[in-house]
């Protein structure tokens, strides 16, 4: 059985994660809420574990964090940022880099 990407969106403020968010979504991976902070965005990480993150702004503490604890997790970034997967140019660009993740497999728990 197949199992949903999981992609968590992180940026400075609602409006912010609100375009972030339009611009993630797909039919082929479900995103989780989003945080517009570190905590809340650790918190997702560890509730949610999703497969992919997407962080735009200056949050370079939660890539590092993120990085370290799920190595495999596939993280796109606005800027260059020691732990990022992929740098995005802009915005159009996430849905683009977020195809490259691959699905998740295994059984569902």
Not at 79 to 107: C, F, H, I, K, Y
């Amino acid at each position: 059985m197949c199992r949903a990407v999981k992609v968590l969106c992180v940026a400075t403020d609602g409006d912010a994660l609100a375009r972030l968010r339009r611009a993630s979504v797909g039919a082929e991976w479900e995103l989780v809420a989003g945080a517009t902070d570190l905590r809340g965005a650790l918190d997702q990480l560890d509730i949610e574990r999703p497969h992919a993150l997407v962080v735009f702004g200056p949050f370079a503490e939660l890539v590092s964090l993120a990085a370290e604890r799920f190595p495999g997790m596939r993280i796109i970034t606005d800027r260059d940022t020691p732990g990022a997967s992929a740098v995005a140019a802009s915005m159009e660009d996430v849905r683009g880099l977020l195809t490259e993740q691959p699905r998740p497999g295994g059984p569902v728990r």
